[in-house]
């Protein structure tokens, strides 16, 4: 459910949240992406931790999409200290909050908002096989209607749907982007570059990257790689589930192999940023 819609179904609450702004938590972690890399997994499975309260949207799109709107605005959707307050006693623990809007990795300004509004803010990241995740984005997008050209045919114009808009971008921050946003299928796996915005060098301690493949083989020891990052107790939720996996076949097409040889330099420079290497 989008903020605006949310908003005009539920009146009363929304002016109760926006006259509380001020008495409500700000977000003490962000996962920043990558879209269709686990992150709405993973997202369901914290907010069930007992330290973590949820925010009202797991997408609240602050940083990328409504930035305009203001810090008030976007304390909107996070819990009220009193219930903060009344967790940390029930647990013994103090409680946090945090939100995850996939598309904030990609997005060129969120980096330099992040750091002007929460310095040193801890940042989490999923990262999925690039061939992988580019041809789940464009099954996710014509799933969604977005989406009427083939495979091959979206990666062919993938630069001349984009491009405008990136350069408008580069002039007014505040562009919507909407084709940046659904059709960038190829460009948004050179992890690399867009994790260099973040910080120009890799620091473990302030941002966590996560391979998708794992969190998807072991959901378990992910959560407890994200549960120590964060400071917060061991726990482990009931079950395990994978939300929004795509119901599409799984075949290579002649694209995939194109892909796999665009990525190589590029994974090549992310394993040497980040020191490690995340095997594809």
Request: hydrophobic share 40%; aromatic share 12%; no cysteine.
């Amino acid at each position: 459910m989008e903020q605006g819609e949310w908003a005009t179904r539920h009146p009363i609450r929304w002016s109760f949240r926006r006259a509380t702004a001020s008495q409500r938590l700000i977000p003490s972690f962000l996962i920043i992406g990558a879209q269709k890399a686990g992150t709405s997994s993973l997202h369901s499975q914290l907010v069930h931790h007992p330290q973590i309260l949820p925010s009202l949207l797991k997408e609240v799109h602050y940083f990328d999409l409504n930035y305009p709107r203001g810090i008030n605005w976007y304390r909107t959707f996070f819990p009220i200290r009193l219930r903060a307050r009344m967790a940390a006693v029930w647990v013994g623990q103090p409680a946090i909050t945090g939100e995850s809007s996939p598309y904030y990795l990609f997005h060129p300004h969120v980096p330099r908002r992040v750091e002007r509004d929460f310095p040193g803010i801890p940042l989490i990241v999923l990262l999925r096989d690039p061939v992988e995740r580019a041809y789940s984005h464009y099954q996710h997008a014509r799933r969604h209607g977005m989406e009427q050209l083939t495979f091959a045919e979206a990666l062919a114009q993938e630069d001349d749907r984009i491009g405008p808009d990136r350069e408008k971008l580069a002039v007014d921050e505040n562009w919507p982007a909407v084709n940046l946003q659904n059709f960038s299928y190829r460009s948004r796996g050179v992890y690399v570059d867009q994790l260099m915005r973040w910080m120009p060098v890799y620091d473990s301690r302030r941002l966590l990257v996560l391979r998708s493949e794992d969190y998807f083989a072991d959901p378990g020891a992910t959560l407890i790689r994200v549960l120590e990052f964060l400071r917060l107790k061991t726990w482990q939720p009931g079950r395990f589930a994978i939300r929004n996996r795509g119901n599409y076949a799984h075949q290579a097409t002649p694209q995939h192999e194109e892909l796999r040889a665009f990525y190589a330099p590029h994974n090549r420079r992310l394993a040497e940023w980040l020191g490690f290497d995340l095997g594809w």
